[in-house]
């Protein structure tokens, strides 16, 4: 639709379909009752989750540690995924992958194509495997996956089909953030002020567009190449992976017990 009518125009019909969509579902949305359980429900077999028995105000938020853990670690997050939305048409430019036919697509639309697929993807999985395993461990697992696919994927850079391949993994493994985050906040500070307080949280993804964006590109434009990026984006993946399990855990189990 954009080659043949424009980008005006398919924005604007594109927009108010979702437009639409969305207003749509918001009708169909309920507030459940008070105590509601799903049908079906066992709390004697559910995951016992690290989860608060009341729920902490904006301000009382603010003034936990457990809250600029949690900043650090998503604004680090947010700077690793958003490094290569932002700068994955530049790097697949640059090595010449970006219009090789894979599948019989162009390389690069066909990896944004399939990195929107996986993004959304792992947001339920990761989800449901925090649900069973605890939201710490699962956040060491993604972000571990996170780290190892940058590094394959420095290597692989001028292979089109790995290339796709890869920064698919890429965001397979820092979409989760979107689930992982929030729950981990409502787990440790409470439901009722769950959306105020993630917009606080939230703020590290506008963070982590800087950083990750016109910083990556200034860091790429002064070391004359893409490794020390993507190397220290890697990092970030590793440190935040450690930091979820060696101290998020530890931290949230003295808070939930002091609580």
Known sequence: MIKSSGYEKTLLVWGIIQGAIGVAAALGLRVPPEGYLPQGFNPAIA?????????????EMLRNPIFYLL?????MMSTSGLMVVS??????NEYKVAQ?????????????????????????????????IGREQTMALAFTLEAIAILVLLGV???????????????????????????TLTDTFGPKYAA????FLYIAQGVGSVLGGPA??????????????????????ALTALLAIAVLRRMRQIHLTAG
């Not at 700068?87 to 697949?92: M, Y």
């Not at 194509?113 to 792992?122: E, H």
């Not at 790995?162 to 985050?181: C, D, M, R």
């Not at 105020?196 to 917009?199: D, L, R, V």
């Open 157 to 183: 850079l001028d292979n089109p089909v790995l290339f796709v391949v890869l920064t698919g993994l890429v965001f397979f493994g820092w979409g989760e953030i979107f689930s992982l985050f929030p729950s």
């Open 87 to 92: 700068n994955v048409g530049p790097f697949a």
């Open 196 to 199: 105020t307080n993630y917009g």
């Open 71 to 75: 900043f650090l670690m998503m604004t």
């Open 216 to 237: 990556a590109a200034f860091l790429r434009q002064a070391t004359g190449g893409w490794t020390t990026v993507f190397i220290l984006v890697a990092c970030l993946d």
């Open 100 to 132: 090789v036919l894979v599948l019989g697509m162009a390389a690069l639309p066909l990896s944004l194509t399939l990195s929107r697929v996986t993004n959304g993807l792992t947001r339920p999985f990761f989800g449901w495997v925090s649900d069973q």
């Open 47 to 59: 995951q016992q989750e690290l989860q608060t028995k009341r729920s902490y105000s904006p301000r």
